[in-house]
């Protein structure tokens, strides 16, 4: 089984509609990561947490939230989904000591129609 | 803002060459430094990490440190088809959980 699980691994919506996408993870580690690729653009971090107490914001929050719901889930929502939110979404974990590397799920394919 | 750039490519080489690939960053509080490698519509792999300066290998992979010039580069031997990939170089301080990414260059080895 994977450490990190992604689900769905596609979801194609509509405009307006609420979506919530799921990870959760066997590593053990604190730290847990939400990001967002889209093409020429590399990775752009939406959303970090480091226990369930303890969330913040990344460099492109507007439109999503989170919740920690425990050490090994975290979920991502989008609220109400636009098309330029049609992106592919990873999740991604780290470990205990700052500059450890970060290991990602297999990713979320989302299109917004 | 900190930066990470990498070259977008592709970067082309034969089959059994040398692949180099180059990443720049505007952070000189950079302290840990990343190459992941990630397939068309996969998930990003970490390949190499590297903390200090100089040169640190594994297999074919071999990853170079120069924080006084601000570039990390990943040099890949005997290239394989593979290979074929995009390689993102990932950047972070030692006070941070947060990665910096490029965008990402697009390897591309010829049988």
């Known amino acids: 089984d994977a450490d990190v699980t992604q689900t769905p691994r596609n979801r194609i919506t509509k405009t307006g509609k609420r979506i919530m996408l799921e990870c959760s993870q066997t590593?053990?580690?604190?730290?847990m990561y939400w990001y967002r690729q889209d093409p020429g653009l590399g990775l752009r971090l939406i959303y970090y947490s480091f226990d369930v107490k303890d969330i913040n914001k990344g460099e492109i929050s507007d439109g999503y939230s989170v919740s920690r719901q425990a050490q090994a889930k975290f979920s991502l929502s989008l609220e109400s989904a636009i098309p330029n939110q049609t992106a592919l979404y990873f999740c991604?974990?780290?470990?205990?000591?700052?500059?450890?590397?970060?290991?990602f799920g297999d990713g979320t394919r989302l299109s917004i129609l | 803002q900190k930066e990470v750039e990498q070259n977008s490519g592709p970067l082309s080489v034969p089959e059994g060459a040398i692949a180099s690939l180059n990443c720049t960053y505007s952070d000189r509080g950079s302290q840990s430094f990343f190459w992941y490698r990630q397939y068309s519509g996969k998930s990003p792999e970490l390949i190499m990490f590297?903390?200090?300066?100089g040169d640190k290998e594994d297999g074919r992979f071999t990853a170079q440190l120069n924080k006084a010039s601000q570039y990390v580069s990943l040099l890949i031997r005997d290239s394989q088809p593979s290979d074929s990939a995009t390689y993102l170089c990932a950047v972070s301080e030692d006070s941070s959980y947060k990665l910096i990414f490029g965008s990402g260059t697009r390897l591309l080895v010829r049988p």
């Open positions: 590593k053990g580690h604190d730290r």
């Open positions: 991604a974990t780290g470990g205990t000591l700052a500059g450890q590397p970060q290991h």
């Open positions: 590297i903390y200090s300066n």
